[in-house]
């Protein structure tokens, strides 16, 4: 499923419309919380940008506690171009900078250590579109590098008794082979 | 393991029940560079009694310790000992009513040197193999050689150029983690026909210096990798440029300025020198692969310092 976000929010029972860079300032003046709304209220394409951005900013200002369990179900959103980049200019080729969960919460993972790991397995373990689940394993390499990153998967559908979440957590430890130097190291650790 | 005001910062315990004959616990903590810990081992011996003939009465248990007897020893949870029972063995001379003995104490102290960092910023050459973001590079660019590309690279098209911030750590022992910033200073982007009409660029101008720093890093100095141990240095790689999905007459060009600099465990304290660097790129797709166009013969560079930003560079 791919998210995508517009420009008007329902906030704390309030309407509130974010149809300009100077109202998202608005937007992060306010705690996480707002954002949390924002993200979880918002539909259609995105007008304005900023907004965007703003918002997973306030997200990731939270707690971790509160902050992963939001940001996760965001991997898969791709935030719109900036007109660079429709042109093709990008100052990083990394999945973070057009995936602002992936960034948000690699922040946080690096921060806070085991604060994303067990649920990003969880959510590698769902039903997610191509680009969520790029995200996800891309998050966790990032985050666990191989081969701790697919061991981490084993040790998940291990437990696991549901058959189509082992397949979902076997098929994230084959996406990593292809980051894994040498692969021979991963493929032990998979078995 | 105690602060220098005493404050337990973490504590651990470990049982030898089985006769490993040794105790181990490792500690897990985030210290202040500069602070100095208390690490205080207390050491206890348990009383662990076999028992003879379990199926009789009296039962009899052997202490090999001579610790006490039977009826002034405490062993809550457990049996207790009857009178009748008989110990032997060459144990301290001095019998005690506890079930515990501290037999001895251990203090240490330990203070990690603040880190700091010398850094360096490649161009080419290989990325280095012990660089937890080499998978990633590699993979996106379908090498792991630095610098410039213009063209088809991975399944990318476009013009880039590669690069690797590489801090060295003193002490190389320190265990970090550290952190390898990037700020964009200045930029400036263009395209057009010739390449010289201005347009928007990755970070606008109200945003600068922005924290470009991205997610391709290695914080930790110890860090084992399947190619190796890290050996005391930190990374942080970057692909900056021009990536196409769509052909485009128009001339891309884009300038940038960098500063790199790493900082402490606290994401703050800045510990290394500041690296100023800039990109130039000019780049195509007219033909549908993507190609260098230099305005002029130092266009498609990289260097220490800074650059013009303007579309011509002069």
Known sequence: MKISLTVTAVLLGGLMRFSSAQECTALASHSGKEAIAYLQTVTGDARTISCVFTAFQGIASLPPDQAVPVLIKYLGYERPLLDSEK??????????????????????????????????????????????????????????HTPAAIEDLKARWT????????????????????????????????? | MQDGNGNVVASGSYDDNFGEGYARVVLTFQGTPGNIYFATGSHLDFVILS?????????????YFFYEEADQLEAPGYDYFPVTSSFYGPGPNTPTRKHTITIANTTD???????????????????????????????????????????????????VIGNEAVGTVTPANSPGPITIKRLVTSLACYTGASGSTPTSCPYPQSSLPADDTG??????????TPNGNANGQVFNLDIPGVTYENTDSNIIRLRV??????????????????????????????????????????????????????WNLH
């Open chain 1, 87 to 144: 042109h093709g200019v990008f100052l990083t080729m990394d999945r973070g900078n057009l995936y602002p969960a992936v960034q948000a919460l690699f922040n946080i993972g690096s921060l806070h250590r085991g604060a994303v790991e067990p649920l990003l397995l969880t959510y590698l373990g769902e039903d997610h579109d191509e680009q969520g689940f790029k995200s996800g394993v891309y998050l966790l390499y990032v985050l666990r």
């Open chain 1, 159 to 191: 437990k696991t008794t549901d058959p189509a979440v082992s397949q979902r957590l076997h098929e994230a430890a084959q996406a990593l082979m292809n980051w894994c130097l040498p692969r021979k190291m991963c493929e032990d650790a998979a078995k």
């Open chain 2, 51 to 63: 028992r003879d003939q379990p199926e009789e009465q009296p039962i009899e248990y052997d202490d």
């Open chain 2, 109 to 159: 102290s330990v203070a990690y040197p603040a880190p700091k960092v010398n850094l360096q910023v490649d161009f080419s050459g290989a990325v280095i193999a012990t660089d937890l973001g080499y998978p990633i590079y590699d993979g996106m660019m379908g090498s792991n050689q630095l610098g410039l590309y213009g063209g088809q690279f991975g399944s990318n098209n476009g013009c």
């Open chain 2, 215 to 224: 997610n391709l890093i290695a914080t930790n100095p110890q860090e084992m």
């Open chain 2, 257 to 310: 300025n960098f500063v790199d600099y790493a900082v402490d465990t606290d994401g703050k304290t800045v510990i290394s020198q500041k690296v100023p660097y800039y990109i130039r790129i000019s780049c195509s797709n007219a033909t549908g692969t993507a190609q260098l166009i230099p305005v002029n013969p130092t266009d498609n560079s990289w260097g220490n310092g800074t650059t013009s930003i303007l």
